[in-house]
């Protein structure tokens, strides 16, 4: 019984120190965002989040690990169009707006990740991260379904490094992804045709 | 007569420096890429590169700017599709081309570029750049002609960005432009429609 309640409590704390990292992560720059600060916010102990996450980049890792794994799963088992079932065209736009959304929501985080990438003295590239690698996949095959006549890894490089690149970055840290989900929707069914014809 | 052979001379040499700039930079890593190398590959003193350059930066950006020149060139008075007279998706297809052909020729040039601004401390965006920003401009309008329901301005940004950014970036540098221009015409005519239907 105690040891349940110990358990619950534990996956309690986590989920609580998560949300609180996500959401000071939307309100100020990632370098401002401290264990201290997050341990206040989620209303526990600084040791707790030490033990939980190991270091501030564990935590930041595991806040990105997490978004990730939530769309992973709803891709694989979830409803159309983001799940299987839907044309590969709607199901790369509805993929394409999540990923947006991800990107808006925790850009200053992927600002801050970039950011040490860019600077480290041995650079990790972006495209052998395992969350890149999936992403890449899933838009791959996409692709391949509905036009197997083009080069589909190149063109999901082409989509997805957008969201990483100045202006479009910046404009979705401030707030701007269904602008760009507008655009993915523009370019996705223009490349492999879909319900919404030429304007 | 004297001034102006003097006048030849003096273009000769700055075409000569330009030229052994370049091939110096298609074959080894700009950062072995000195003053001394380019003015031997030239057939020119040391004293002459300064001269004309005033540094190795100028040197770089004086490259950079005259090959922007010839494309702008080309583009406003050219023969089409590069140049006016075709519709806005062939020269859409074409202008990329060039720009994916012009980034490949001097990959390493503007990785070194890019590099610099990222770890300056205070980066000059590559989006309010003059060259970004012609060919910006350039690359709006023709999508607004053909598609003026789209988000053109968004749409040109995530077209052009692709061009730095890994794993494209490091592809284009060891010369893969044709591969992205294939790629590029997809999409375009995909947005844009055009000549080449759906395979």
Known sequence: MEERRERADAARNRQAILRAAEELLRRHPPEQVSIERVAAEAG???????HRFGSRTGLMRELMNERARELEQAV???PPPLGPGAPPA????AFLAEVAALAARNGNLLAAHEHAVLTSKS???RESHPIYLSWHRHVT???AEGRPDV???LIAHMLLGVLHMEPVASSLRAGAHERLAASYADLVRGLLGGSAGRG
């Open 44 to 50: 526990v102990g600084k040791g707790t989040v030490f």
């Open 76 to 78: 694989a088992e979830g």
């Open 151 to 153: 080069d589909a890894g």
């Open 90 to 93: 709607e199901r790369l736009v």
């Open 123 to 125: 650079p990790e590239p």
């Open 141 to 143: 095959a996409l692709i």
